[in-house]
């Protein structure tokens, strides 16, 4: 069946980083965005990707492996305000109205 | 700004009662999304929409209805509210027309069905 699959939480130290998982079975594949949600309030957008490979946008990165069905988060030199949750979500290549199928979540603690 | 608006941001209501949730955008984008967001589920598609006059149904549509008078507006409306509606729900504009679109979300209204 379809589904975006992420780890519930992740803790790292605060100056170090976090890798946050996402594997993902879609009808088709139409790209992938990751989202940022602190506590109580609406998700942020991040980053999309759509092509095989690291992309570095300084704070954070993406990687994605289409053939793998894999993404990941890498948040560095990590701050305590980075402790979020957060969301990965699939854009399948039939999706219309360019839905978005959203994973769990993952929420990261960043500890001192 | 741009900026997607909710309301209410919070609301009790009575099982068997009408709810409506309002979301109005000024992004000028023609499509829209009502998610619900539950502990252990992640946020979830109730309904959405094309633009004006259009509305579809999500993954979840099941007790909702839904309501696009216009470019800003989306309505999701609960006829007769039951206690499993309780959750956190948000709104989305995103451009119909980029892959690559992001959503952008509203604040979110937080209903209590009691």
């Known amino acids: 069946g379809q589904g975006v699959e992420q780890p519930d939480n992740l803790m790292s130290v605060e100056g170090t980083f976090a890798r946050v998982n996402c594997t993902y079975s879609t009808s088709g594949f139409n790209g992938l965005s990751w989202y940022q949600q602190r506590e109580g309030h609406a998700p942020v957008f991040l980053s999309y990707v759509v092509l095989d490979g690291l992309k570095d946008s300084g704070h954070f990165s993406t990687f994605l492996s289409r053939s793998n069905g894999y993404s990941y988060l890498l948040l560095t030199e990590l701050q305590i305000k980075d402790s979020a949750s957060y969301l990965c979500a699939v854009r399948p290549t039939n999706s219309a109205g360019n839905k978005l199928t959203f994973g769990i979540g993952t929420r990261v603690l960043v500890r001192p | 700004e741009a900026a997607v608006t909710q309301s209410p941001r919070n609301k009790v209501a009575v099982t068997g009662g009408k709810v409506t949730l309002s979301c109005n955008q000024t992004n000028n984008h023609n499509n829209m999304y009502w998610y619900r967001q539950d502990t252990g589920h992640g946020l979830r598609l109730i309904h959405y929409s094309y633009g004006a006059g259009s509305t579809e149904k999500g993954d979840i549509p099941d007790g909702y209805k839904a309501s696009r008078p216009s470019q800003e507006n989306f309505s999701l409306i609960l006829e007769l509210a039951t206690p499993s509606q309780t959750s956190v729900y948000f709104c989305?504009?995103?451009?119909?027309?980029?892959?690559?679109?992001?959503?952008?979300f509203g604040s979110g209204t937080r209903l209590l069905v009691i």
């Open positions: 989305a504009s995103g451009d119909a027309d980029r892959a690559n679109s992001d959503y952008t």
